[in-house]
Nanobody
Framework: VQLQACGGGLVQAGGSLRLSCAAS????????MGWYRQAPGKQRDVVAL???????DYADSVKGRFTISRDNAKNTVYLQMNSLKPEDTAVYYC????????WGQGTLVTVSS
């Protein structure tokens, strides 16, 4: 499985970004996918996850602001991020779990105050 993430960038506080992660290979329809993030000097933490049945889980810090979704026809998972805050600044990593754990290369999100 290979994961290609994109959509990061620089945005002002209160703005929005949408991340996408396209997966190649098999098992996308049964995979649990999601996003983690890692800020400088901090550990990598879960942001949002979506299962094959479209059930979702969010970190408390992003509930009500971020929305995760998936398109099985395109083998792609999305993270819509609204009302961004400076503390959302991090490298965001796409996560794929099916017959093993796979990570995307990371995309940088910078939120200026």
């Amino acid at each position: 499985v290979q994961l290609q993430a994109c959509g990061g960038g620089l945005v002002q506080a209160g703005g929005s970004l949408r991340l996408s992660c396209a997966a190649s290979g098999s098992f996308f329809s049964i995979a649990r996918m999601g996003w983690y993030r890692q800020a400088p000097g901090k550990q990598r933490d879960v942001v949002a996850l979506i299962s094959s049945d479209d059930s979702t889980d969010y970190a408390d810090s992003v509930k009500g602001r971020f929305t995760i979704s998936r398109d099985n026809a395109k083998n792609t998972v999305y993270l819509q991020m609204n009302s961004l805050k400076p503390e959302d600044t991090a490298v965001y990593y796409c996560y794929f779990y099916a017959r093993g754990i796979f990570w995307g290369q990371g995309t940088l999100v910078t939120v200026s105050s």
